[in-house]
């Protein structure tokens, strides 16, 4: 009897010939799909290609091929409406913030992007605006600006959490 392997004799009890010729034999080998070449692979991995060079070619021709755009399109509908995502109070990095106006009103809200993106005609700018210039004053309270910010158009921040 030989070896599967490389085809020299094997001894009692064999599988193979040598260490070096069980641990191939014992091995799960894939064949790559963009090249052909045979590559060594755990049966539990989804890897069908053999190196970088052909998982992009590989991901080139599935674009080209237009296979995820339905997948791609549902996901961004999907992003929308998700509580943890979404443009809700309940978003995962969301946080609360205390804020005053300029007439001296205090605002309490979770969410500041999603407030001020609601609340726009109450700010003399766009939300963009205004949620760049409460977040300057939040990072020069916490020390992270060289040219510190206390307030935007009137607007103060008073407090906020980051939970």
């Known amino acids: 009897m030989n070896c599967p392997l490389c085809n020299s004799p094997l001894k009692r009890n064999k599988v193979a010939c040598s260490m070096k010729c069980y ?18 692979e755990p049966p ?23 296979v995820n755009d339905e997948a791609l399109k549902a996901a961004h ?24 106006s300029p007439t001296g009103e205090v605002y309490k809200c979770r969410n500041l992007k999603n407030w001020l993106r609601e609340n726009e005609q109450l700010l ?4 963009k605006q205004a949620w760049d210039g409460i977040s300057k004053i939040k990072y020069s309270a916490q020390g992270k600006r060289k040219n510190n910010v206390y307030q935007w158009k009137g607007w103060r921040l008073l407090a906020w959490s980051d939970n």
């Open 44 to 66: 539990s991995s989804s890897t069908i290609t053999c190196g970088e060079d052909c998982s992009a070619e590989n991901r080139r021709r599935l674009f080209k091929k237009g």
């Open 23 to 40: 641990g191939l034999l014992k091995s799960n080998i894939k064949q790559c799909v963009i090249c052909d070449k045979p590559f060594f």
């Open 77 to 100: 509908e999907k992003l929308l409406t998700n509580p943890l995502t979404g443009r809700f109070s309940t978003h995962m990095h969301a946080k609360e913030w205390v804020i005053q």
């Open 124 to 127: 003399d700018g766009t939300y």
